[in-house]
């Protein structure tokens, strides 16, 4: 059975298919239900020998703005709404307890294969972003081997702010952003425009939001021109010269450390967005994170 919050269309004539998070209620977050999907539909292209380019996007101008936190603890295998955990742990007098460490590691370790499977996709990935990439739309929006994006663009992972920096494909945010700017997004949670960086060279293409449908399909034509074969062995050779001079250890010690992330102990002062998620709601929960973690300019 399909998921009609991710889609699929292959053109044959130019060699080139397009996956289109269509989850726009929730600005294209993802479950694992979605990201399953994706990856389904990725598997089909790499097994095309007629296709060439893959061109990832968003529904209705917003690329992705990440994993779904409305049920966090469905990652971990247990999907019943936020609602109804709570409920049936006050039914029952007791507190359901945290998914255990071992459960952490075996989610986790799928979740960053999905990510290492897309970083070394065997055909060309080209990303359409826009509005937001956040969280995992962000990472896969660097992951993509050619990146348009608008200048208005809100990208960051904030959700470093309540599961600590150590979050996320660490090797590819130190490679691909630069030491300085890796550090300064991920020890604060600074979502920042597209934009404000793009004297960095960090994506391809970046470009006014009316653009960026225009430029990405122009950049993904421009791919599928080149020899299938060229390329296969090309995205084999890049993944290569990767490994060995930037991504050791990637394939191990991201999912690790978001495994131990995701189990914090927090102090007194800090804040716990589960916790106060199950108080308020993720809607207000959000709000009052970015409230705790504002610190104003100096003048």
């Not at 917003?62 to 469905?74: E, K, L, W």
């Not at 075996?106 to 972003?129: A, C, L, Q």
């Not at 826009?130 to 962000?138: D, P, R, T, V």
């Not at 421009?222 to 010269?241: H, Q, S, T, W, Y």
Request: negative net charge.
């Amino acid at each position: 059975m399909t998921d009609d919050r991710v889609l699929f269309e292959v053109d044959a004539d130019h060699r080139i298919a397009t996956i289109t998070l269509n989850n726009p209620r929730q600005r294209n977050s993802y479950d694992a239900a979605m990201r399953d999907e994706v990856a389904r539909y990725l598997d089909i292209v790499a097994e095309d020998d007629d296709l060439t380019v893959v061109l990832l996007r968003g529904a209705e101008g917003v690329f992705s703005t990440g994993a779904d936190m409305n049920n966090a603890y469905g990652w971990y295998g247990d999907e019943r709404s936020r609602q109804e955990q709570r409920a049936g742990a006050e039914g029952s007098g007791s507190k359901k307890p945290r998914p255990s460490q071992r459960r952490r590691l075996t989610v986790d370790r799928k979740s960053f294969g999905f990510y290492h499977n897309f970083m070394g996709f065997p055909k060309v990935t080209v990303g359409e972003i826009s509005g937001y990439a956040l969280g995992g739309g962000f990472e896969m929006a660097l992951m993509t081997d050619i990146s348009v994006i608008a200048r208005d663009t809100k990208i960051g992972m904030p959700a470093t702010r309540f599961l600590g920096p150590a979050l996320g494909s660490l090797h590819m945010f130190f490679h691909r952003l630069g030491p300085v700017l890796a550090r300064r997004m991920l020890l604060t949670g600074d979502i920042v425009e597209a934009g404000s960086i793009e004297h960095l060279g960090i994506f391809t293409d970046t470009c006014d939001a009316d653009q960026v449908t225009a430029r990405a399909q122009y950049w993904a034509a421009k791919a599928a021109k080149m020899p299938a074969d060229g390329v296969v062995i090309a995205k084999e050779a890049f993944r290569l010269v990767e490994q060995s001079q930037a991504y050791q250890g990637e394939e191990v010690a991201s999912y690790i450390f978001h495994a131990y992330g995701t189990n914090l102990q927090f102090s007194p002062g800090e804040f716990n967005f589960v916790k106060t998620r199950a108080q308020h709601g993720t809607k207000e929960a959000f709000r009052l994170r970015d409230e705790h973690f504002h610190v104003p300019e100096p003048q």
